[in-house]
């Protein structure tokens, strides 16, 4: 038995269309990582790493601070 031949080509092509604009912007979403050029900074030029990683009062949890107790 023959499947009759009715289906829509501009309707396939609209999805095909919109799967490749998915596509693209995935793309053009990820492409900054991937382009971006990998520098490496001089040893004398790193920022040196904090010896303590915990609670750190910074500039910004200070205001923080003033704008709560208000």
């Known amino acids: 038995m023959k499947k009759p031949d009715n289906h829509d080509s ?4 609209f999805l095909r269309g919109g799967a490749m604009l998915g596509a693209g ?25 904090p010896e303590h990683k915990g609670y750190q009062l910074t500039a910004h949890v200070a205001a923080y601070y003033r704008n709560a107790a208000s």
């Open 10 to 13: 501009k309707r396939r092509a």
């Open 25 to 49: 912007a995935t793309l053009v979403a990820t492409a900054p990582g991937i382009a971006a050029p990998l520098t490496a900074e001089p040893e004398a030029e790193q920022k040196a790493e």
